[in-house]
T-cell receptor
């Protein structure tokens, strides 16, 4: 089955700096890569996703890049703000009726003032 | 719209007791999921239901059973609880299993003594 590795497990940045979280996956058939944000005590929520037919996707201060050859994808957050503090999970899946998401182990991002 | 709801929010069980976690969604989604979240382990899929009338095992199904009662409801049963099942349990739903955002419920914090 799919295996998703995520690094780093914790990340501390100063407000205004950029943050980068990296994930690798094992199944070359995976073609959907979402990122979820989970604030303390809350439920995970989708913040951005990318499909394998594109290499980069942006949404305001967040962006995701995908390198299918190397089987890795990254989340980039620019101009970080205190409300970006949360745990971020990457995930990967194939498509089709048997597809299911495999999540990484999470990155706790702390944005300090 | 309530989205995805779960009951109960908290539960304490003794080893060997049984219980059922309830989940319902009002978004007319076809697919529903049960995850467990443990510190440092990310979100791990227990069971999922790609569509009404079907259920399939995920990554960690041992010790659990599920029922897709109808399109809206998907329950998770622990027949004989063990301390290793102490976790936070999230139910989620999506339009289909492929390429679709998963919407999570608020979670159930379960402690097995």
């Amino acid at each position: 089955g799919e295996n998703v590795e995520q690094h780093p497990s914790t990340l501390s940045v100063q407000e205004g700096d950029s943050a980068v979280i990296k994930c690798t996956y094992s199944d070359s058939a995976s073609n959907y890569f979402p990122w979820y944000k989970q604030e303390l005590g809350k439920r995970p929520q989708l913040i951005i996703d990318i499909r394998s037919n594109v290499g980069e996707k942006k949404d305001q201060r967040i962006a995701v890049t995908l390198n299918k050859t190397a089987k890795h994808f990254s989340l980039h957050i620019t101009e970080t703000q205190p409300e970006d503090s949360a745990v971020y999970f990457c995930a990967a899946s194939t498509t089709g009726t048997a597809s299911k998401l495999t999540f990484g182990t999470g990155t706790r991002l702390q944005v300090t003032l | 719209n309530a989205g995805v709801t779960q009951t109960p929010k908290f539960q304490v069980l003794k080893t060997g007791q049984s219980m059922t976690l309830q989940c319902a969604q009002d978004m007319n989604h076809n697919s529903m999921y049960w995850y467990r979240q443990d510190p440092g382990m990310g979100l791990r899929l227990i069971y999922y239901s790609a569509s009404e009338g079907t259920t399939d095992k995920g990554e960690v199904p041992n010790g659990y059973n599920v029922s897709r009662l109808n399109k809206r409801e998907f329950s998770l049963r622990l027949e004989s609880a063990a301390p290793s099942q102490t976790s936070v349990y999230f139910c989620a739903s999506s339009w289909t299993v492929s390429y679709n955002e998963q919407f999570f419920g608020p979670g159930t914090r379960l402690t097995v003594l």
